[in-house]
């Protein structure tokens, strides 16, 4: 920037009208000049804050396992975009990712509580007689997940219904579980809150579960208290004191009404109507 100049000087200002005195020159006898920049340039440097996350907490996720699904799938789609994996474009998470979501909360949960069963079956070995997954007939799937065995293979249903996931009981995830099928069923009773939940899950005591988040649920605590009964008032006094026949007595009368005769076609005469 420059100095500003009036208008008497800027109307003799040669540098401004003809510009300087190299540009009348041919190209080549222009002025040179150098630009010599650092050959090292300081990088910038930016820390990096790493947060550890305890698996299975999934406390911090959400208090709704649909809510738990969606973060840890944003997550995931994040984490893949860091590392510039092929991510979906569209911004709304796809079904495949919450599916897999809901696989990794599985897996979490089930690799604290069932790792030793979990690399036993892997060895193809079966449970012994007097474990307490026993009579559950576990299995593996291809996704390393314990599922309940049983004999539907062959039915027409969904893989998750034949043989649904094995959650442990008293977990954040049975608990998330339970409360998501309470929801859908519409505060639903213990039966059909149970039955909703094994259509993908198998939780250990399930019953016991689903009675304890009934008897937490406030809306369900709300219609199940009793209703209040009201106190009757006292009776009036002309009901409870004794009387003689009699002793009381009114009248009241009606008519004029017409009253057929005896004889005569369709002979009438005037009638009265008292009522004592």
Avoid at 10 to 26: D, F, T
Wanted: proline content about 7%.
């Amino acid at each position: 920037a420059s100095r500003g100049i009036t208008t008497a000087q800027l109307i003799n200002h040669q540098l401004w009208w003809q510009g300087p005195s190299w540009l009348k020159l041919p190209e080549e006898q222009w002025p040179t000049s150098t630009f010599q920049s650092a050959q090292e340039a300081a990088k910038e440097e930016k820390p990096h804050q790493a947060f550890p996350i305890a698996a299975g907490n999934f406390n911090d996720l959400s208090s709704l396992l649909s809510k738990a699904v969606q973060v840890l799938a944003t997550i995931k789609r994040a984490i893949k975009r860091f590392r510039n994996q092929p991510i979906p474009q569209s911004p709304i998470l796809t079904i495949r990712e919450l599916q897999e979501a809901r696989i990794n909360l599985v897996k979490v949960i089930q690799q604290q509580e069932f790792a030793q069963e979990i690399q036993h079956l892997g060895a193809d070995n079966q449970l012994p007689h007097n474990h307490h997954l026993s009579k559950l007939l576990p299995v593996l799937d291809n996704q390393v997940i314990l599922r309940l065995g049983g004999r539907l293979a062959n039915a027409r249903l969904r893989a998750d219904e034949i043989h649904p996931a094995i959650i442990p009981k008293d977990s954040r995830l049975a608990e998330l579980i339970v409360k998501e099928a309470h929801l859908e069923t519409f505060h639903g009773g213990t039966q059909l809150t149970l039955a909703y939940s094994r259509l993908r899950y198998w939780i250990i005591q399930g019953r016991r579960s689903v009675k304890a988040i009934i008897f937490h649920c406030v809306p369900c605590t709300r219609y199940r208290g009793e209703v209040a009964q009201e106190i009757m008032g006292q009776l009036p006094a002309e009901r409870v004191t004794p009387s003689r026949p009699f002793e009381h007595t009114g009248v009241n009368n009606a008519g004029r009404l017409p009253i057929l005769k005896w004889r005569g076609q369709n002979a009438t005469q005037p009638g009265y109507i008292a009522v004592f």
